[in-house]
């Protein structure tokens, strides 16, 4: 899935997962891509893609593999594993049909940039449930431009833990892209690599940080009233952490390099220190 996600780029991508239900937990075996692109929030399928899937899990019953479709991912590059408003729509309208369904989001591009998968599961509440105040979720970043669509829609879902496993095919195939791809995974860099990224994040950050400013700036004539000065704490609290991660990520990033070059570069430079010949007689000359 980080693959397939990894590959589209900018654009968001789609893709169904294979697996079984064993009593409360979700078992994804397989996924595969369905022929969708899209860009921002609006990934969905069409009618193409629902052909396409009919026909792939068809073929799967033919050559023998009993697992349903137990749910479908897509990835938001850049900014984070949630549900939009048009997300929330399909995942309801799958578990009305096809229960039970899972919905993934990958971030290829904070997977990227954090050096760990980012990627969450979600499901919808029924249609007018109204979920109980849970207090404070985990924090995550979401741009400045998303924030609304996302604190909308937020309290429609809920999330899942995740847990991995490898089966041993899974081994193997990964330790054969290791042995093709180790040169290129050793001399990447997600500095080089997310530049474009990190540079978004710094854009981002000062746009939230002006509008706490004029927000901050309004509130100081309402004296007397707590909430806007409240709700202006809360940004910069949030712009904060957001500050601390993209410095935290580029640290890593920088560390990463200086090791690189301690273990390859440095070593690479004393051995051949080391092997430089020495004549068995040297000649010296000295002067009178």
Request: net charge negative; charged share 20%.
């Amino acid at each position: 899935m980080v693959i397939h996600a990894r590959s589209g780029g900018n654009l968001e991508v789609m893709g169904l997962m294979l697996g079984k239900v064993d009593g409360n937990t979700m078992i994804a075996m397989d996924s595969f891509a369905l022929p969708v692109e899209g860009t921002e929030t609006r990934v969905n399928a069409q009618a193409q893609a629902y052909e396409y899937m009919a026909a792939y899990t068809d073929t799967t019953k033919q050559v023998g593999r009993l697992e349903n479709v137990i749910g479908w991912y897509h990835s938001h590059p850049g900014y984070g594993c949630w549900l939009s408003g048009i997300d929330v729509s399909t995942q309801m309208l799958n578990q009305q049909f096809q229960e039970p369904f899972v919905a993934i989001v990958v971030d290829p591009v904070r997977t990227i940039s954090a050096g760990k998968v980012n990627i969450g599961a979600f499901r919808t509440y029924p249609k007018g449930y109204k979920p109980p105040d849970e207090g404070p979720s985990e924090y995550q970043s979401i741009p400045l431009n998303k924030i609304e669509d996302f604190g909308v829609h937020c309290k429609q879902y809920y999330s899942l833990d995740i847990s991995y496993f490898k089966s041993s095919f899974d081994r193997r195939l990964l330790e054969s892209l290791w042995n093709k791809y180790w040169v290129n995974t050793l001399s990447s860099s997600s500095l080089l690599t997310n530049a474009d990224y990190t540079t978004g994040q710094i854009f981002d950050l000062s746009d939230k940080l002006e509008q706490a400013e004029s927000q901050l700036g309004r509130s100081s004539f309402m004296m007397g009233l707590d909430g806007p000065e409240k709700k202006t704490e809360d940004k910069l609290a949030k712009a904060t952490k957001d500050s601390c991660k993209t410095t935290i990520e580029a640290i890593h990033g920088l560390m990463s390099q200086v090791i690189k070059d301690k273990l390859f570069n440095q070593v690479t430079k004393s051995m051949a220190i080391e092997n430089v010949p020495v004549p068995e007689n040297p000649a010296v000359e000295t002067t009178q």
